[in-house]
């Protein structure tokens, strides 16, 4: 089964503000964790990744915060535009295990909705 | 660079007959190979993985199998299809992981679209 969940299947945005999609994760042992973007019809396409001893990372409009501390991990784009709207996937790798012959172990998703 | 692809990209199938969806993965040797499927609305189900050729590992024991005759082809397939197999189907690869290698993404097909009438 999935060991990482997400607080919410939908989020809707306003066009221009920014958003925050959280992951919680079971596992501590997870070293490295990605954000993938899915959009409809299309497969999921990777957005930006952390390892574990980093505690934020920045890319373009998007930034990912993970806190070991509560295995909560996040995903903040900012200035939202209508071709964010997607379903967010977060990934966690498990070291020696999970997800099967060293792959990630992916959450439920979210879907982003981003509102005119 | 590293491309995959899955073909075809939909397809309609009637109860009863047999699948084959095929996917395969230019610009790298051994990877980690992976067959998702993703019902409508939901998360991604890990069906199958294969470290390398003619290795198979199921995840979830069901209507489907795959096998792997080359590096770079990864094979979806049914002798009959059900009603529930209809879904949305990924193909992925990863580098093979290390000790020191865990720091590297899975990269996915375009996925296949299969409607089970």
């Known amino acids: 089964g999935e060991s990482v969940g997400l607080h919410l299947p939908t989020l809707s945005v306003q066009e221009g503000d920014n958003s925050i999609i959280n992951c919680a994760y079971s596992?501590?042992?997870?070293?490295?964790f990605i954000w993938y973007k899915q959009e409809s019809g299309k497969g999921p396409q990777f957005i930006i990744d952390?390892?574990?001893?980093?505690d934020k990372r920045q890319g373009q409009r998007v930034t990912v915060l993970l806190n070991k501390t509560v295995k909560h991990l996040s995903l903040q784009i900012a200035a939202t535009q209508p071709g964010d709207s997607a379903v967010y996937f977060c990934?966690?790798?498990?070291?020696?295990?999970?997800?099967?012959?060293?792959?990630?172990?992916f959450g439920k998703g979210t879907h982003l909705i981003i509102q005119p | 660079s590293q491309t995959i692809h899955q073909w075809p990209a939909t397809l309609v199938q009637p109860v009863g007959s047999p699948l084959s969806l095929e996917c395969t993965v230019e610009?790298?040797?051994?990877?980690?190979l992976y067959w998702y499927r993703q019902a409508a609305g939901r998360g991604l189900q890990l069906l199958f993985y294969s470290v390398g050729i003619g290795q198979i590992s199921s995840e979830v024991p069901q209507n489907l199998s795959a096998s792997r005759p080359q590096d770079r082809q990864f094979i979806l397939s049914s002798k009959k299809l059900l009603l529930s197999d209809s879904g949305f189907y990924l193909c992925?690869?990863?580098?093979?992981?290390?000790?020191?290698?865990?720091?590297?993404?899975?990269?996915f097909g375009p996925g296949t679209r299969l409607t089970v009438l």
């Open positions: 992925a690869w990863r580098r093979l992981a290390g000790i020191y290698d865990s720091y590297n993404e899975q990269f």
């Open positions: 610009g790298t040797s051994n990877p980690n």
């Open positions: 952390i390892r574990s001893n980093m």
């Open positions: 596992n501590s042992a997870s070293d490295y």
């Open positions: 990934a966690e790798n498990i070291p020696g295990s999970g997800g099967g012959a060293d792959g990630l172990t």
